[in-house]
Every structure is written in C-alpha cells, then in structure tokens.
C-alpha cells in the first residue's frame, strides 16, 4: 500500500468515509504504539502498520484473507432475503471494505466459507478451471449403501448438466453420513446428486477447501481468521504449485 495518510490508511481499512476517519483522529481515538494521533494529515508506511482504534488494535492489510465457519441459518448474501447475513459474523469494517464471500454454501450449510476483498482472488478461488477440491460431509436422509457411494463415484446425470457429474472421492463415514470430494463446485451439487442417487441430503457441512481444512484453525461455528500466506498457499491446486 505504500506511504499514506492516516485519514486514508483508516478509510482503506473500512473505518468509514474520509470525513469520519479524520474526526475520529481529531477526537484523539487513534494511536500508534501508544502514541495519540492528532493529525489525519500524518503520513505513514502502512507495512507492518498497527493501529490502535478505540482501544482495539487493527494490524493495516492491502487485503483480508478471511476463514468463517459459518453456521446455519445465514445467507451468504450482501443483501439477505430471509436469514441474516454472513457479514454479520464479521466486524463492520468488513462490510464497509466490501468483503465478499468466495462462493457460496445454502443457508442450511455449515462449514468453511472463504471471504475477501481481492476481487481476482475471489474470481480465481470461484473459477472451475482451478479444480479446487473440496470436502463436505453429509448426513443422508436414508441409510448409506454400497450402491450409493458406488454410483457417486461413477457419476450422476443432473438434468440441466450435459455430462454427468462425479465425486471425485468418496466414503461412508456412519450409517447416513458421507464424505464427498468434488471439484466442479456446480450449484447446489451435493444435494442434487444424492437426490439423483435416490437419497436424500438432510444436512451438509464443508470441512475443507483444497488442503485448508476447518479443522487445523480451530474455529467454533460462527468464530473467523485471518488467512496468511501458509494458510493461503494450501488453496492453491497441487498442480498449480511451484
């Protein structure tokens, strides 16, 4: 981000506008390593920035790599219809920095939700062409059989697909639970497969994208991170690497 004013480093961080942020300097609610800010005129480094605004500290970032476990019963949605939104997870300078979901995951779906943003991170973690896979697990309205997993894997014609589509992995974990690896990402593909196959999806979870999983942040549901560099380099496919 380079030198900038306080005034800008604080909107560039979703503070609010130009106006505000300069009020909030004047009011002496910013400081830098315990030093009270009085000018938004002040210019500063923003690398390895840290503020401190309204007691809270903000480490100043170009971008936000953002990990949620999203629980169930919120709309991956900027404007949600008929639950709340993600965003009301996150704190409000998210929103005011216009973060978005990567993807999405149905109201009813838990699991990871990625969010940023860096408008080409989140087209190339959206692009199909990336063959990202991810992992969800699913509770099966009725039992499991070998049949099931069996015709997942061989593939499923979908109506409105031309081919049918594959798991690229998948196992029996319990009498009426699955995990499935896919790669496609096609809307609401879990639940229509399983429909396809003659059962039913009566709870979905995603636990993991490309070898990110849920499970190595340690977040509850509703809990978020930041993702860094080590975290963000495991979304990238194993072919992609360098």
Known sequence: MSKLSLDRILQSQGFGTRKYCRALIED????????????????????????????????????????????????????????????????????????????????????????????????AQSSPKRHIPKIYQATTADPVTPELVAQLLSGVQLHDEPAPLAAQRCVQLGERQLEIVLEQGKYHQVKRMLAAAGNHCAALHRAAIGGLTLDSLGLAEGEWCYLEKEQLALLVPAEAQP
């Not at 002040?42 to 007691?55: N, R």
């Not at 997870?89 to 943003?117: A, N």
Request: glycine share 8%; aromatic share 8%.
């Open 28 to 123: 002496g609610e910013v400081s830098i390593a315990g030093e009270v800010q009085t000018s938004y005129k002040t210019s500063l480094e923003t690398d390895g920035l840290v503020l401190d605004v309204f007691g809270e500290q903000w480490v100043v970032r170009e971008h936000v790599y953002i990990a949620l476990h999203k629980p169930a019963n919120f709309e991956c949605s900027r404007k949600p219809s008929h639950h709340p939104g993600v965003l009301t997870l996150l704190p409000e300078q998210f929103t005011w920095r216009d973060v978005q979901p990567v993807g999405r995951l149905d109201h009813d779906t838990t699991g990871m939700l990625l969010m940023s943003d860096d408008g080409p991170f989140i087209h």
